[in-house]
């Protein structure tokens, strides 16, 4: 898991250097990260298997919005990675069924993903799962 963790973190860097660059204690944090999401009840790490192999993995949690807004219980799916030779074979899709079915016992209505707007083929695949934009952000560095 943890070499599939920095493999996801290292693509991630490469499309976004700026901001998504891992800092330099990651992998250390990910260790803790790790054992805080397979305890809790109330976070889902579900991998996916091939071959005895695991070939990929999403992270979910709870998720809230200020309660200034009324909102629906969602859950937000914050990594989710399939390494490269077992990508375009579904793989992403069913770990995002089974995060679905994993939410609605939770008790949520909707998933939410974050996804960099430079990942065009991650940004395919969410709105090929169904999921809609909603929104951008956008950033700029201060000169
Ligand atoms: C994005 C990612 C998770 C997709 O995983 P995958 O297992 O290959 O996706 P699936 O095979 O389930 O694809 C489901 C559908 O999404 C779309 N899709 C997936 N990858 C695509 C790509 N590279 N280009 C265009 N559409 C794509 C297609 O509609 C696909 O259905 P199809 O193969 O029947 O045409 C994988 O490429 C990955 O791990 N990328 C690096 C990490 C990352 O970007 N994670 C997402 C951050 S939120």
Do not use: C, K
Not at 30 to 59: I, K, Y
Not at 96 to 102: E, G, I, N, R, Y
Not at 107 to 120: K, P, S, T, Y
């Amino acid at each position: 898991m943890a070499l599939l963790w920095r493999a996801f973190m290292d693509e991630q860097a490469a499309l976004d250097p700026a901001s998504s660059s891992p800092a330099s204690d990651a992998d250390a944090r990910w260790a803790v990260t790790f054992r805080d999401l397979v305890d809790d009840p109330a976070s889902a790490l579900l991998v996916a298997e091939a071959d005895g192999q695991v070939v990929g993995f999403v992270v979910a949690e709870p998720h809230a919005e200020a309660p200034v807004y009324a909102s629906v219980p969602e859950v937000y799916v914050g990594e989710l990675y399939v390494v490269p030779e077992a990508r375009r074979h579904g793989v992403a899709r069913a770990l995002l069924d089974a995060v679905a079915a994993w939410a609605a016992g939770q008790g949520a209505e909707r998933l939410r993903f974050a996804v960099l707007w430079d990942n065009a083929p991650s940004r395919r695949m969410v709105e090929a799962w169904g999921a809609t934009p909603q929104a951008v952000t956008f950033v700029r560095a201060i000169t």
